[in-house]
Every structure is written in C-alpha cells, then in structure tokens.
C-alpha cells in the first residue's frame, strides 16, 4: 500500500507564495520521478513541473521562472514552491509518482488527492 498525502493549499493574493508539499509512505524500494500536475475547472489536467531521482527537472512553460520544484528523498516527499502567483494558476494540484514497491516490481504511478490553490486577483 504506498499513500500520498498532500499539503499546503490555499488562498492567496495575485504576487503572493506558497508551497506545496506531498510525501509518499508505504511499501516502496525506490522512487523514479515525482512531478505537479493541476487541473482549472473545465479544462484538462496539465503537467506543472517534474523532476527525476537524478534531480533533473522540466517545467510547463507558463510556470518557468516562477515554480521551482525540489525533493527529500531521505523524506519521500517532493515540494513545489510557488512564487509570483497569478489568478490563471488557481487549479486543484496533484502530486505525481512514479516508484518501484520492490526490487522486482515494475514503476506503478501513483497521484496524491490533490489540493486547492486560489490566486485572488
């Protein structure tokens, strides 16, 4: 059973912060990448940004310059800070992450429950 758990959501002034996290629990031997991914009413899910267990990352271009997104991997958890917000980012967000549960196993991709952000512009 491998969980992820989400936080760090909100309301938030167009130009403000926040940062998200989401830390993965459970049965799991290794984790490959982690990534953000956020869906606005009426419109489908998007990739925000990504980042490998090397440390490599790649973002959507509407967030470049202004998301970072980093990982604890001792902590199973990756972040996603946001800066410079814009009314356009409010989305549910959801965590994203790819993970072998045994040496043996093969990747299974797993999504968070998602949490609410709101830019007030």
């Known amino acids: 059973q491998v969980q992820l758990v989400e936080s760090g959501g909100g309301l938030v002034q167009a130009g403000g912060s926040l940062r998200l996290s989401c830390a993965a629990s459970?049965?799991?031997?290794?984790?490959?990448?982690m990534g953000w991914y956020r869906q606005a009413p009426g419109k489908q899910r998007e990739l925000v940004a990504i980042?490998?267990?090397?440390?490599?990352?790649n973002y959507a271009d509407s967030v470049k310059g202004r998301f970072t997104i980093s990982r604890d991997n001792a902590k199973k958890t990756v972040y996603l800070q946001m800066s410079s917000l814009q009314a356009e980012d409010t989305a549910d967000y959801y965590c994203?992450?790819?993970?072998?549960?045994?040496?043996?196993?093969?990747?299974?991709?797993?999504w968070g429950q998602g949490t609410q952000v709101t830019v007030s512009s």
């Open positions: 459970g049965s799991i031997f290794s984790i490959k990448a």
């Open positions: 994203n992450v790819a993970l072998r549960r045994t040496q043996w196993s093969g990747v299974d991709v797993y």
């Open positions: 980042i490998t267990s090397g440390g490599s990352t």
